[in-house]
């Protein structure tokens, strides 16, 4: 039982460039989502799917991307890659009504 | 709209003394509230949460936090720290209906030795 897996552990773009960032759960869990963290900025949420087939903005949803074709994979795709979208990425999700769990996230730099 | 102020971004403390970290809340409607730890280079991880029920919430490594909703808070407490408790530590509220967390800006904890 795996949990939340995201792959890359690290990425470098240059700007412009796109890429996907990748988050698989095995948990069978409806809610997933993703966030950016930035230094004194806590998590904001990016996007999220309540499941398949269903996505919706968060907080800081411009410049990316997400679909949800499976319960199990969710995901994120940056367009065309910015120095502002430099952070670190979560990714989450939720069984019931309370507890997310979180993925060991993706730390991303844009130059 | 709900919203999450921590008050201290930093907290610096001796080792074996008590901590508390504050954390007050913003929603119009029932509230779950939740603090996770983060240690460095890690994802996050639930520490405590409360749903409903007895206001005091007990967590795991020692730690507990206390619901008060007169004063819209939800501090986090443990009696002595340990060197091991080094991590940012983040509040998150969600509400009834609301399927969004959203978090504070997260207080980092120092141990002195």
């Known amino acids: 039982n795996a949990g939340v897996t995201q792959t890359p552990k690290f990425q470098v773009l240059k700007t412009g460039q796109s890429m996907t960032l990748q988050c698989a759960q095995d948990m069978n869990h409806e809610y997933m989502s993703w966030y950016r963290q930035d230094p004194g900025m806590g998590l904001r949420l990016i996007h999220y799917s309540v499941g398949a087939g269903i996505t919706d903005q968060g907080e800081v949803p411009n410049g990316y991307n997400v679909s949800r074709s499976t319960t199990e994979d969710f995901p994120l795709r940056l367009l065309s890659a910015a120095p502002s979208q430099t952070s670190v990425y979560f990714c989450a999700t939720r069984g019931g009504t309370d507890t997310q769990y979180f993925g060991p996230g993706t730390r991303l730099t844009v130059l | 709209a709900q919203s999450v102020t921590q008050l201290d971004s930093q907290v610096p403390v001796f080792e074996e003394a008590p901590v508390e970290l504050r954390c007050n809340y913003s929603s119009s409607v029932s509230v779950y509230l939740f603090w996770y730890v983060q240690y460095p280079n890690q994802g996050l991880q639930l520490l405590l949460k409360y749903l409903s029920g007895s206001t005091l919430v007990k967590g795991i490594n020692g730690f507990e936090a206390e619901f008060n909703k007169s004063q819209t808070s939800f501090h986090l407490r443990k009696p002595s720290v340990h060197i091991s408790d080094t991590a940012e530590y983040f509040c998150?509220?969600?509400?009834?209906?609301?399927?969004?967390?959203?978090f504070g800006t997260g207080t980092r904890l120092t141990i002195i030795p």
């Open positions: 998150a509220v969600s509400s009834f209906g609301n399927e969004k967390l959203t």
